[in-house]
């Protein structure tokens, strides 16, 4: 069982993003997606969830051996891919609790489901009766993701930068959780991060790295580390003046 992408082109408001992204995830396991910014990490997130705009221009992708390009957003989602977005919308008037019980209608025994999970992720009660992300601060948005995702149970979860705007507690707390998914569920995760930090509890079984358009190098947890001490210059050569490499904002001063 695995998500299966195979030379996958994407292109944005005619420009080409993706050139050819081949990977692939299986069940249980979890692969780290790394690449500076502009490199196309959201682009591929937002194609394979079938986001209008991103223009798939060849490749396949396949879920358990399914078409998953053949499928609308609602059916991906059906088939089991979820999407924990890097910049979560705002939905002014619908309540988290609606969309709770509206995509897990008819769950049995839901609210002792959502208080536990609530608390895994300490994520207070009262944010279930808000609007849906609105006014939320970074690191709730991202507890939120994380409560949908433990809450929907999908076989195969891309989480875009889901470390971003976490403080250290709710980042143990968010990648623990996503481990025991992997663990006990066989949830298969792609995560998009800029930082091993995130890499600690959920551990990474790949990493790649995505620049220009393909993935330039795949390898163990080591190569996270390798590229958090020499940043992106050996996949594309010196860095940008105007787009320096991102610091690791939980390096050690003192180091
Ligand atoms: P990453 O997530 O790796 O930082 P993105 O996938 O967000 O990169 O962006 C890749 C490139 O595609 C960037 O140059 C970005 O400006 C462009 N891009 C992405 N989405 C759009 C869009 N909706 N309209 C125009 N350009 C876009
Ligand atoms: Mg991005």
Redesign the pocket.
């Known amino acids: 069982m695995s998500l299966v992408i195979e030379e996958l082109a994407v292109s944005?408001?005619g420009?080409q993003?993706l050139e050819s992204v081949s990977l692939e995830v299986g069940s249980g396991e979890v692969h780290a997606l790394m690449?500076?910014?502009?490199?196309?990490?959201?682009?591929?997130s937002n194609a394979l969830m079938g986001r209008p705009?991103y223009r798939i221009t060849s490749g396949t992708v396949s879920i358990d051996g399914t078409d998953l390009l053949a499928l609308n957003t609602a059916e991906r989602a059906a088939a089991g891919l979820f999407l924990a977005m890097?910049h979560p919308t705002e939905v002014p008037g619908v309540l988290l609790v609606d969309v709770l019980s509206a995509s897990l209608a008819g769950g049995e025994g839901l609210d002792e489901a959502v208080r536990a999970e609530l608390e895994a992720i300490n994520l207070d009660e009262s944010f279930l009766e808000r609007p849906l992300n609105l006014d939320l601060s970074g690191g709730e948005k991202k507890r939120n993701e994380t409560l949908q995702l433990a809450l929907l149970k999908p076989k195969y979860a891309i989480l875009d930068e889901i470390d971003s705007g976490l403080d250290v507690d709710g980042l143990r707390l968010v990648s623990r959780r996503i481990e025991q998914a992997t663990n006990d569920d066989g949830l298969g995760v792609l995560a998009i991060t800029h930082f091993t930090r995130l890499l600690t509890e959920l551990k990474a079984d790949k990493v790649h790295i995505?620049a220009k358009g393909r993935i330039a190098e795949t390898g163990g947890a080591e190569l996270a580390d390798e590229l958090e001490e020499t940043g992106y210059a050996r996949w594309v050569g010196e860095p940008e003046a105007d787009e320096p490499v991102a610091a690791d904002p939980f390096a050690d001063p003192f180091a």
């Open positions: 944005v408001d420009n993003i690449g500076p910014n502009g490199s196309g990490k959201s682009t591929l705009g890097q995505l």
